[in-house]
């Protein structure tokens, strides 16, 4: 997991509300990517940024928004119309998007 | 289209005796292919990865992977496992995303391995 890192660990949210978790990595990579782990489905690919000020949509990127104001930091909002968002969420980065993927800790949201 | 298959759920392997985790792909051009773990509430964690050259890719913790291209697999092995190796492990192909340009990891499913004492 070394140089990236994941807050919080977990996290509970009511229905209805937002909430955002924190991807920060100091390895110098350009590229971010979030992904959401539910058990039996692999990883699905919510957002991707290559670049600072830059960022893509994923398979499932409804109900979720991110930003890329700085080369290390990737937050990611579970915003109220995502229906199901109890799940494991995965921050990675790369130095570019053709390499080898680094990921960090993950943050187990659990709604209430 | 793009796709990884790992078509086992779960392996289940003595102690002491040489493992192997089954991944197929489906790609057009040269597959980029990659194998992580996973242990529980942890993030992925890089074992090995294949991009060209030998068909025998050593990574860490003494797994190796074969890349065969005739059969489209990318087997995970090891030749002793290790009660520490009980983990989740997923293969991934490194796919494009069409039209953009851009790149994307197509992940299987995963494949829980339990190595018995």
């Known amino acids: 997991d070394g140089g990236i890192t994941q807050s919080p660990k977990y996290l509970f949210r009511k229905e209805g509300q937002n909430v955002t978790l924190s991807c920060e990595q100091n390895?110098?990579?350009?590229?971010m990517y979030w992904y959401r782990q539910d058990p039996g489905q692999g990883l699905r690919l919510i957002y991707y940024?290559?670049?600072?000020?830059?960022?893509q949509k994923g398979d499932i990127a409804e109900g979720y928004s991110v930003s890329r104001e700085k080369k290390e930091s990737f937050p990611l909002t579970v915003t109220s119309a995502q229906k199901n968002p109890t799940a494991f969420y995965l921050c990675?980065?790369?130095?570019?998007?053709?390499?080898?993927?680094?990921f960090g800790p993950g943050t187990r949201l659990t709604v209430l | 289209a793009q796709s990884v298959a790992q078509p086992e759920d779960q392996v289940n392997v003595a102690e002491g005796n040489p493992l192997t985790v089954k991944c197929t792909y489906s790609?057009?051009?040269?597959?980029?292919l990659f194998w992580y773990v996973q242990y529980p509430n942890r993030g992925l964690q890089f074992l090995l990865k294949?991009?060209?050259?030998?068909?025998l890719v050593k990574g860490s913790y003494g797994f190796e992977a074969e890349f065969n291209k005739s059969q489209t697999s990318f087997h995970l092995k090891k030749p002793s496992a290790l009660v520490s190796d009980s983990a989740l492990y997923f293969c991934?192909?490194?796919?494009?995303?069409?039209?953009?340009?851009?790149?994307?990891?197509?992940f299987g499913t995963g494949t829980r391995l339990k190595v018995l004492a």
């Open positions: 990675a980065s790369s130095i570019s998007g053709t390499d080898t993927q680094y």
């Open positions: 390895l110098n990579h350009d590229a």
């Open positions: 940024s290559q670049i600072v000020n830059d960022f």
């Open positions: 790609v057009s051009g040269n597959p980029y």
């Open positions: 294949y991009i060209t050259g030998d068909n």
């Open positions: 991934a192909l490194l796919g494009s995303r069409g039209a953009s340009g851009t790149y994307k990891y197509i």
